[in-house]
């Protein structure tokens, strides 16, 4: 991650801010940085696309009051967790 990160200032930046309408260096950083370019795709984003170049968007988050506590206390939670029924563990000692 450190890595990507350090790519995509030190090389990506400067090739984008040389040639800002190009679309190699779009490409360049989208295959210099995968872990951000998936991130990208699953936020249905372009592959280049960087929150700190788009300051202008609003970014919707989901904000808390103490009134809505006894609200988010009444509605119905559950919990998703996977289990094994049966595992088998191979043993090969003399008792088994």
């Known amino acids: 991650?450190?890595?990507?990160?350090?790519i995509d200032r030190y090389i990506n930046d400067p090739v984008q801010d040389r040639y800002p309408n190009a679309v190699f260096p779009k490409?360049?950083?989208g295959g210099l940085?995968?872990?951000?370019?998936?991130?990208?795709?699953?936020?249905?984003?372009?592959?280049?696309?960087?929150?700190?170049?788009?300051?202008?968007?609003?970014?919707p988050a989901v904000h808390f009051v103490r009134e809505d506590a006894e609200v988010l206390k009444s509605l119905p939670s559950f919990e998703i967790f996977p289990h094994f029924?049966?595992?088998?563990?191979p043993v090969n000692t003399s008792q088994c």
Not at 1 to 6: G, H, V
Not at 33 to 59: G, I, S
Not at 85 to 89: K, M, Q, T
Request: glycine letters at 2%; a neutral charge; charged letters at 25%.
């Open 1 to 6: 991650m450190l890595l990507e990160d350090s």
């Open 27 to 29: 490409i360049l950083g």
């Open 33 to 59: 940085n995968p872990c951000r370019t998936m991130a990208n795709a699953l936020r249905l984003k372009k592959p280049w696309y960087r929150d700190f170049q788009h300051t202008d968007e609003v970014v």
């Open 85 to 89: 029924n049966a595992l088998s563990l």
